[in-house]
Every structure is written in C-alpha cells, then in structure tokens.
C-alpha cells in the first residue's frame, strides 16, 4: 500500500484520545446547561474542551513529524535493508572481495539507471545505464536469468579487440567505450533479477554483486550464494511494493 499522508499516518489511539477529550467536554456542557448551572461551569468546560484540542493539535504535530521522519522514508529503509545483506555475508568476505552492491531499476523507457548503492560512493561506473540486452546487466534484466561474468579475463585487452572477442559470445555485448572504460576496475559480477511480488514474469530491476578480483576468487558461481542472493531479492521486491516504490 502506498504511504499514509500527513497527519492520517498518526495511529488510531491518538485519534481516540483526541475524540474522548472533545466529547467528554461537549457531554459536561449540555450537562450543565440542562441543570442549570452557573455559566462559570459552560466556561471552565469550554477552556477544557479548547486546551484539550489545543494539546491533541500539539500531538499531532509532533508526532506527525515523527512519523514522517522516523516511520515513512522508504529509501532509508531499503538502504539500511542492503547494508544489511552485504555485511551479513561476514566482514573479512566483503573487505578481502572488495565487494559492492549496485540496484538498477528501469525507467519509463525500460532504461536501467542506478537506484540505489552500498560501497559505491563516487565510483564513475554507478552513473552507467543499461538498455536490454546490453552487457551482463541488460541481459539479466532482460531474460530473468542470474548471471556471474568474469570481466578480468578482458582488462589486458583493448576495447575494440574486446567488442572483436564478443562478436560470438552468447550474452551480447553491447558495451559502449565509456561502458568499457568505467568497467576497467570491476573484475566479476553477479546479477541477479528483482522479481515483483505479485506479477508473475514482470521485473522490478537487477541487483549487482561485483568485486575487483577475478570470478574464480569469489563464490558468485556457488549454487548456495546464487540461491542466498535469489531469496533476498524475492524479500527485496516485496518491500519495494509495500513500500510503494513500484506499482502493486
């Protein structure tokens, strides 16, 4: 479902703490007006009901911008979400692999832009994007399939000898040089698709895991990390739906 707005974030027991002030005040007046009391009695009530109303008010300004800023940023909550799943693969893996995080989503024109990061910082290959079918990410996206490419074995080549070396590989290539130069660092990767949690077949985007060293030094080709990275993926879309960061 998509996030609340404004103060209908607050949750219901604000609202009935607000309405049984206000009743409570509104009840003791008609109360002193059917017996007659003094009018002093319809005044203090009436300061009540004000005060009341100008507390639940306060309450809500408070909590509203609570919610708003504790409860309600979706893109925090994904951050911390792949911060998560990164670390929790074991410290000395992620610093002896060098490894990094990359989430592409798609653009109105199924163009994949980087969304979201983790150990990317200023890297020049996060502002890359991907067309279908282009290079290991578009392929990825394109056919749903999980991917692990060994980039190293084309660092000591130039890029028109690497654009020659691809003509007949399987996964199309694609890469423009900016692709190839930004690349030059990243000695394997491992793409897995984001399914969406309700549309059987439709994408949300590829999560990337690379890292500087050439595939054989990783376990991107291990069935149990493939399988591990699959089921977060699968928990990843869910959020973004619940989230309301794509559609449901």
Not at 6 to 15: D, H, K, S
Not at 18 to 37: D, E, W
Not at 160 to 182: C, F, N
């Amino acid at each position: 479902m998509g996030k609340p707005q404004g103060f209908l974030r607050l949750p219901w027991t604000i609202w009935v703490a607000g309405a049984a002030i206000a009743a409570s005040g509104v009840m003791s007046i008609v109360g002193s007006l059917t017996r007659g009391n003094q009018t002093s009695d319809v005044v203090f009530w009436a300061g009540f009901i004000s005060a009341g109303v100008s507390g639940l008010g306060n309450v809500i300004a408070h909590f509203g911008h609570h919610w708003r800023s504790e409860k309600w940023q979706p893109d925090e909550a994904i951050q911390t979400l792949l911060e998560a799943y990164l670390w929790d693969d074991g410290d000395a893996k992620v610093v002896k692999q060098g490894l990094r995080l990359n989430v592409l989503m798609p653009d109105r024109n199924g163009v994949l832009h980087s969304r979201f990061s983790v150990n990317m910082g200023g890297s020049p290959d996060r502002t890359l994007t991907w067309a279908e079918n282009q290079g290991h990410i578009g392929y990825s996206f394109s056919t749903g399939k999980a991917l692990a490419e060994d980039l190293s074995r084309f660092r000591h080549l130039t890029f028109e000898e690497v654009s020659a070396k691809m003509a007949d590989y399987p996964i199309p290539w694609g890469l423009s040089r900016t692709h190839w130069q930004h690349l030059h660092g990243v000695g394997s990767a491992l793409c897995v698709p984001i399914p969406h949690p309700t549309r059987s077949g439709r994408l949300i985007g590829v999560l990337v895991l690379d890292s500087p060293k050439p595939l054989a030094a990783t376990d991107f080709l291990a069935a149990e990390t493939q399988d591990r990275w699959s089921r977060r993926v699968a928990r990843l879309g869910c959020l973004f739906s619940e989230l309301g960061l794509v559609p449901k």
